[in-house]
């Protein structure tokens, strides 16, 4: 499956819209969660703790946009996921706040 590359500014503009990025947030939020179960006691202080959930978020958010494919693949494909990624992981390790919350406060700052 190859990408096509945006002509459109109207699509470009849809790869950073603030829904999509809610979107992506929302769903990395989930899957930092599921990372964080998995291992019970992680340290935001260490950065090999971040990263291990950073990096596993992403790979994950990039085979769901490779499977579902369309815009928000791009975007997630593009640079997007990762960033969906460190958020959601310095939620969820940094912080006893709920992700709901976090989230939320996310909205907020994107409008």
Do not use: I, Y
């Not at 096509?4 to 990025?21: A, E, F, V």
């Not at 959930?53 to 499977?67: G, L, N, R, Y």
């Amino acid at each position: 499956m190859g990408l096509k590359l945006l002509n459109s500014s109207s699509q470009s503009t849809c790869l950073t819209s603030p829904n999509l990025r809610r979107a992506l947030r929302k769903m990395a939020l989930f899957l930092a969660e599921s990372w964080k179960s998995d291992h019970p006691e992680p340290n935001p202080e260490f950065e090999k703790d971040v990263d291990a959930c950073v990096s596993q978020v992403t790979v994950e958010m990039a085979k769901a946009a490779k499977a579902v494919g369309g815009v928000a693949s791009v975007a997630v494909l593009s640079g997007a996921g990762s960033e969906a990624a460190r958020f959601a992981c310095s939620c969820v390790l940094s912080s006893s706040e709920d992700s709901v919350s976090a989230l939320e406060d996310s909205k907020e700052s994107m409008s």
